[in-house]
């Protein structure tokens, strides 16, 4: 402990290592309750891309470095993700249990961090407060006491962040490990920054860019873009903490001392955020003005800010996929609540800024670290996700450290009663930690395999999530129950009409179940509405063929072949149908192609072939 002269308050420090053991207790609590997720297998949303059917994480090569780095894959640029799939990859091949340890390893690892930043944050503040006799920790006990104080605010904080529902979808669906790098990153660059710089220290950017610390923030900074785009936000957070607990903006040339510092972070942010957008765009994930005007997405960010805490506090209910939000003309009187409370809350936080500035600091960066996901710019399908939380919610769970802090504080003033007080508060936190931690186990289960984890998103909203039915269909018809993924796949058309994705599978289910002119007809509805779909004109040319209509079928496989001339089965099955059909020399072409490509198969074909005329 470390005592600020003239101040009466007794400080940890930043170097002690007492703080390492309960953020390790911590940690170790958040690895047991996630150990459950270790059970779980891949799930037929993003895992098949980034992991199953993803060929290039098979190789540590420089071919594939090039490809992390150069290819936007499922529309984001976040290298350091494919090289860490990659790494499990080479470990553990297709084995889920590994990749799932992996994650929870990181949660964990982010939750000591995340311990550690709360109990450097409270340090600061409580040393500003010792420098100058603010009222930051009014109900806190003075002394050694104080220092208990602060214990728990910074373990309560990593607690919630380690144990909480709403974080499981971070940790259960292996595709979003970059939810986990970057905030990994993003906190390692927050501790370094605080730690640069003491309390209402004088602001001179030259010091500051030669500054150890401030370079390695800038360099963690680098990691988390390079995870994850949402870490664009960290330049705003850490103004945000330069007005408060650092107190290094007291005027205006130290304002534009602060902002100098911050070029290097805010150019980092807008080469990433463009390169985001720019994918985005060209998938065409982003939503115009004249889909959403600006208004609406504003009130529905507001609608959106409020659910977020909604489910901080009470976390039941959680789902993996919520449908959009209901429109404006429907639930008016939600987005105006949604309006009034937001207006609220940040009124409050201005009122007490004098005396209890953490709240106003904390609210900022649980709004700013929100913006990227808000809507305001809609990028991508959804609107609303457990996922989109787990960095944002640090500064509400550092509030909620502070109140048990505060109680704890309070509850020592006097000796009546003090022992009970203080007895109920830690068997109340005990019975939190239970409640959330078997939520949080209940919640893992949801992510168990594909089937459970869209039946439960079905349950729940039967009626409002067509993507819920069609990747059950698709895991019910890799399973061979094709009269049931059938069944899926028409739920899906009967929520979308035009699920043009949703017609190609039922046809191929279709076709499994020998309802070949079914399938077709389906095939055709999917190519209407995407004629540049490959597997469409593969299925339908299987389709085809086992009805007996070969020259049909012949022209699917070409189609094939011209948007897909890598597809070696393509070669082999019209070759096939060349063959049948006494046409040997078309044969040989397809099958010395696919031969050439590798495929063994296609070799014996050719040499199984009997010289001959080709028959008309």
């Not at 990593?158 to 986990?180: I, M, N, Q, T, Y």
């Not at 802090?405 to 019975?431: D, E, I, K, T």
Request: with cysteine; aromatic share 10%.
């Amino acid at each position: 402990m470390a005592s600020v002269p003239g101040a009466g308050v007794s400080v940890p420090t930043s170097r002690s290592s007492g703080w390492r053991l309960p953020a390790f207790v911590v940690s170790l609590l958040t690895f047991l309750a996630f150990l459950p997720s270790l059970r779980n297998d891949f799930v037929i949303w993003d895992d098949d891309l980034y992991i199953l059917n993803n060929q290039h994480i098979r190789s540590l090569d420089g071919e594939f470095l090039r490809w992390a780095f150069t290819e936007h894959l499922v529309n984001y640029w976040h290298p350091l993700t494919w090289i860490s799939h990659a790494l499990d990859y080479a470990v553990w091949g297709l084995n889920p249990f590994g990749h799932h340890l992996t994650a929870v390893l990181l949660h964990a690892l982010n939750t000591f961090f995340v311990t550690l930043l709360a109990a450097e944050l409270v340090r600061k503040s409580l040393s500003l407060r010792a420098r100058t006799g603010g009222a930051f920790g009014q109900g806190m006990a003075s002394g050694e006491d104080s220092g208990r104080s602060m214990l728990i605010a910074a373990c309560v904080t990593g607690l919630l962040f380690g144990l909480h529902p709403l974080h499981v979808e971070s940790v259960a669906w292996v595709s979003e490990r970059k939810d986990l790098l970057c905030a990994l990153f993003f906190v390692l660059s927050m501790m370094a920054y605080v730690r640069a710089f003491e309390p209402g220290g004088p602001v001179r950017v030259r010091e500051t860019m030669a500054n150890r610390r401030y370079q390695v923030s800038l360099l963690f900074f680098a990691l988390a873009l390079a995870s994850k785009p949402m870490a664009v936000t960290l330049p705003a957070v850490l103004l945000v903490l330069d007005g408060y607990p650092l107190r290094r903006i007291g005027t205006a040339k130290d304002a534009a001392a602060v902002f100098l510092e911050k070029l290097p972070f805010i150019a980092l942010s807008v080469l990433v955020a463009a390169v985001t957008f720019t994918a985005q765009r060209e998938i065409g994930a982003m939503a115009s003005l004249a889909d959403i005007s600006l208004m609406d997405r504003i009130l529905m960010a507001l609608r959106t800010i409020v659910l977020y805490l909604w489910n901080m506090i009470l976390p039941v209910g959680l789902l993996p996929y919520y449908p959009d939000p209901p429109s404006l003309s429907v639930q008016w009187a939600e987005y105006a609540g949604a309006l009034f409370m937001v207006a609220a809350a940040t009124a409050v936080c201005i009122a007490v800024m004098k005396k209890q500035p953490f709240w106003l600091a904390a609210w900022a960066c649980y709004l700013v670290t929100l913006l990227p996901v808000l809507g305001i710019v809609k990028v991508g399908p959804v609107s609303v996700a457990d996922r989109f939380t787990y960095l944002p919610s640090l500064g509400p769970f550092l509030l909620a450290g502070l109140g048990a802090a505060w109680l704890w504080g309070r509850a020592g003033r006097g000796q009546a009663g003090r022992p009970r007080l203080r007895g109920f508060l830690v068997l109340a936190a005990c019975g939190l930690l239970v409640a959330m931690s078997w939520l949080t186990v209940r919640q893992i289960a949801v992510w168990k395999d594909t089937e459970t984890l869209w039946t439960t998103v079905i349950e729940k909203e039967p009626l409002r999530v067509p993507i819920a039915y069609f990747n059950r269909g698709l895991a019910r018809g890799r399973a061979g129950r094709y009269a049931q993924a059938l069944d899926d796949f028409t739920a899906a058309l009967s929520l979308e009409s035009d699920y043009k994705e949703a017609y190609m599978n039922r046809g191929a289910a279709l076709g499994a179940l020998g309802r070949y002119d079914e399938a077709i007809e389906d095939l055709n509805t999917a190519l209407r509405l995407n004629p540049e779909n490959v597997q469409a004109y593969h299925n339908r040319g299987l389709a085809h063929a086992s009805v007996g209509r070969v020259q049909d079928a012949i022209v699917d496989y070409g189609e094939v072949i011209r948007l897909a001339p890598g597809l070696v089965s393509a070669y082999l099955d019209r070759g096939a149908l060349f063959s049948r059909t006494g046409r040997a020399q078309l044969a040989a072409e397809d099958f010395r192609e696919a031969c050439s490509r590798g495929s063994e198969e296609g070799c014996a074909a050719l040499r199984g072939l009997r010289p001959g005329e080709d028959r008309p």
